[in-house]
Every structure is written in structure tokens, then in C-alpha cells.
């Protein structure tokens, strides 16, 4: 057997109200999810270019996102990335 069924469910309240975009009640950063269109990714690489630590195009010339959770530390270069995609297939959110 492998492992078992996903066990630890964070009891937690759910706390209501506090919209704050940047942190949550427990200090922690947020972080952002990139998303790729495939259908309009042309693999032209600018996004590895603006965010290598985030996108790689592999040896068959498709799009690896290397995170698809980005920290905090590289929202900035993933935000950058998208914006620089020459097709709007990223999505950082
Ligand atoms: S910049 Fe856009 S089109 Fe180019 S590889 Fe990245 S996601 Fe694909």
C-alpha cells in the first residue's frame, strides 16, 4: 500500500471579513498560481527569458511551468512574464 487517503483536514475557522490580498491571519505571504493557456502558448520562450526560475521550454520546444505555485519571492517575475507572453497565455493570479 501506498499512502493512505489525505488525511490532516485543518480544522480551522473560517474567518470572515478579513479581505487583506497580502497576508493571511497567520503572517503567511501569499502566493500566486500560473496558469497556461495551451491552446494559445506558441512556446516562443519570452516567459523563460523575463522568469527562468519559473518556465523552461524542454527539448520538444513545450512549455515546463517549473512552479505553478510561485512564492512571493517570484510573483514579481511571473506578473513580468505574463506580460510579456506574446500571446497572453499566462495567467498569474
Ligand atoms: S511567453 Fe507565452 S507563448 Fe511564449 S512560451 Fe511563454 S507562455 Fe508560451
Known amino acids: ?14 474567518a470572515a471579513g478579513q479581505g487583506s ?14 496558469t497556461v493557456d495551451r491552446d494559445l502558448c506558441v512556446s516562443s520562450g519570452m516567459c523563460e527569458s523575463v ?4 518556465f ?3 527539448d520538444d520546444g513545450e512549455l515546463v511551468v ?10 514579481a517575475d511571473a506578473q513580468a ?3 510579456a507572453c506574446p500571446t497572453r497565455a499566462l495567467t498569474v493570479a
Do not use: C, N, W
Open 56 to 58: 523552461e521550454i524542454d
Open 66 to 75: 517549473l512552479q505553478d505555485v510561485v512564492p512571493d519571492a517570484l510573483l
Open 21 to 34: 490580498a497580502g497576508k493571511d491571519s497567520a503572517g503567511q505571504v501569499s502566493v500566486g498560481r500560473v
Open 51 to 54: 522568469a527562468p526560475a519559473l
Open 1 to 14: 500500500m501506498t499512502d493512505g487517503p489525505a488525511g490532516q483536514v485543518a480544522a480551522g475557522q473560517v
Open 81 to 83: 512574464a505574463a506580460r
